[in-house]
């Protein structure tokens, strides 16, 4: 199954912003929406935001999901040492009739 | 508080077969998709199955669609996997998740190794 298209890799200084992005099609991204995942190895992923832009109670609002057409976009905002993680985008895909995730990305707080 | 626990993990040789389960409590079960989600060593999450509440069908991956089969046992609140046919590469921690737009709850996941 065709997975969603993350950039491997993002470096950025402490207290500084990162955007991530995310890239589909009209099958998942496009129509579904998507869903951000934060993952600290060791423990379950963390959900962040879902339905393109919706933040679960107790995530910080430095935390924040749009989408445009296809790609989805999640904004980190005063970067913190413990934003260092992977981030997971997921999304349904009507076309599979299944859930997809991109390969992740990887976020370096420098 | 929402509470989800997976079991049935284990060091199994190709081939054979494993069933796991996931216990959900703190919310109500038959209002909600459940998920299994697994990762492989060094690999990222990767999608299994559901099977929606109260339908009879439900969805794979097309890497254990045929090998892999969900259930729901609403009287028990539970979620089970049942693998089949297991190869080396479905080696992975198995993950259980609550389901509401993105993946929400997670348990801590069960580990599963295929090896012989």
């Known amino acids: 199954q065709a997975g969603l298209t993350q950039p491997p890799s993002v470096s950025k200084g402490l207290r500084q912003t990162a955007t991530l992005t995310c890239t589909g099609n009209?099958?998942?991204?496009?129509?579904?929406?998507a869903a951000w995942l934060q993952h600290h190895r060791g423990n379950p992923p963390k959900l962040l935001s879902y339905?393109?832009?919706n933040r679960p109670s107790g995530i910080s609002e430095r935390f924040s999901a749009s989408r445009s057409g296809n790609t989805a976009s999640l904004t980190i905002t005063g970067l913190q040492p413990e934003d260092e993680a992977e981030y997971y985008c997921?999304?349904?895909?009507?076309?599979?009739?299944?859930?997809?995730f991109g390969e992740g990305t990887k976020l370096f707080v420098l | 508080q929402v509470q989800l626990v997976e079991s049935g993990g284990g060091v199994v040789q190709p081939g054979t077969s494993l069933r796991l389960s996931c216990v959900a409590s703190?919310?109500?079960?038959?209002?909600?998709?459940i998920h299994w989600v697994r990762q492989a060593p060094g690999k990222g999450l990767e999608w299994m199955a559901t099977?929606?509440?109260?339908?009879?069908?439900?969805f794979y991956a097309d890497s254990v669609k045929g090998r892999f089969t969900i259930s729901r046992d609403s009287s028990k609140s539970t979620v089970y996997l049942q693998m089949d046919g297991l190869r080396v590469e479905d080696t992975a921690l198995y993950y259980c998740?609550?389901?509401?737009?993105?993946?929400?709850?997670w348990g801590q996941g069960t580990l599963v190794t295929v090896s012989s």
């Open positions: 998740a609550r389901e509401i737009g993105g993946f929400a709850d």
């Open positions: 703190g919310f109500t079960f038959n209002h909600y998709h």
């Open positions: 099977m929606p509440p109260a339908e009879s069908y439900s």
């Open positions: 009209s099958d998942n991204v496009g129509n579904e929406g």
């Open positions: 339905r393109d832009d």
């Open positions: 997921s999304a349904w895909d009507s076309s599979l009739s299944a859930w997809i």
